[in-house]
């Protein structure tokens, strides 16, 4: 998945870079509670005021989506699974249990996220940097 963006800052070799939402998510309101703008920081060249085109593999966005909604979901249904079969088959054992089940996934979400977010391949890379009088460069920093 490949976005353009505005290069807002540049400092020592990272760029922040913002984005404005699609007009195809205007009715989603999904991401950052529905701001417009969406700012993040990436390794590469550039100058402020330029447009880079920042990359993120389509595989690892799909994988991403499906841990952090895959995994809670899954620990949800196996707390209420565990919760009911351990108190007899009641409603309280079944909401108790799943409420354990979703907040020990959250914690292994939480715990695993950081150990993602520093492993290279899950960063976000440039790819092109188009300067502000409209010539594109090949991103050296690949």
């Not at 529905?34 to 330029?50: A, L, M, Q, Y």
């Amino acid at each position: 998945m490949k976005q353009p963006g505005e290069i807002t800052n540049a400092r020592g070799g990272m760029l922040e870079v913002t984005f404005c939402r699609p007009d195809a998510c205007a009715k989603c309101g999904a991401c950052e509670g529905g701001k417009k703008e969406h700012k993040i920081w990436v390794r590469g060249e550039g100058e402020t005021g330029d447009i880079a085109v920042v990359e993120m593999p389509d595989g690892l966005v799909a994988r991403a989506s499906a841990i952090a909604y895959g995994l809670p979901l899954f620990g949800l249904l196996a707390g209420m699974v565990a919760g009911n079969l351990l108190c007899g088959g009641g409603n309280a054992g079944t909401l108790i249990g799943g409420a354990a089940g979703l907040a020990i996934s959250l914690i292994a979400l939480k715990m695993t996220e950081k150990k993602r977010a520093a492993r290279d391949e899950w960063q976000p890379k440039v790819v092109e940097v188009i300067a502000r009088g409209g010539e594109g460069t090949e991103n050296v920093d690949e």
